[in-house]
């Protein structure tokens, strides 16, 4: 838990940068569709691609615009889990990625989801995302859906495919770093 100086912050809900959240998650449900139905991977992979690129997107506009929030803070990560692991379910339904190498990105968000949890009932706050978190979820979601793009045998699928493994060893390696960090600052945060 941080309490340097930062962004200026604002209480505001509908601010652009959370309705950028509300907006990703609201089309997790087309890209789950896109992606389990056969003949629309390619569309399904380029919208779940866009959608997770906003994420950086919303980062951005909230700290110039001073509409860093509480609620952004929240939901912002949220909204990343949430549409990395639907895809990621989605992608596995299909054949078009390994059950094993999922495990590994749902079974960490369901703890770091599970420790989040834990604290807020505890009245004792939230962890800050880490700048290693952020740069492991950009590395998943390029990765994920490139392996996803060979196996659905898309344009250059054996390229796509070594570079999104090459993108998902090196994420999984700092998801896993960044999750050794959380449990170091939510370790502090219970004992405050």
């Known amino acids: 838990m941080r309490d340097e100086p930062g962004p200026r912050r604002t209480r505001a809900v509908l601010t652009v940068p959370n309705l950028l959240s509300f907006g990703r998650i609201l089309l997790i449900p087309l890209i ?19 959608v997770s690129a906003t994420d950086f997107v919303d980062g951005a506009i909230a700290r110039r615009t001073g509409q860093v929030s509480e609620l952004g803070k929240v939901l912002d990560p949220t909204a990343d889990r949430l549409v990395i692991d639907a895809g990621v379910v989605a992608i596995v339904i299909r054949g078009a990625f390994p059950l094993w190498a999922a495990l590994l990105i749902l079974v960490r968000d369901l703890l770091i989801l599970l420790a989040g949890l834990m604290l807020l009932t505890h009245h004792r706050g939230r962890i800050d995302v880490r700048w290693i978190g952020k740069v492991a979820t950009f590395g998943l979601m390029v990765g994920v859906p490139l392996v996803a793009w060979g196996h659905f045998g898309l344009a250059l699928p054996a390229a796509a495919t070594a570079l999104g493994w090459t993108f998902f060893v090196v994420g999984i390696v700092e998801y896993y770093a960044a999750t050794a960090l959380y449990i170091g600052d939510l370790r502090r945060a219970f004992a405050r």
């Open 32 to 50: 789950v569709s896109l992606l389990l139905r056969e003949g629309s991977e390619g569309a399904g992979l380029l919208l779940w691609g866009f």
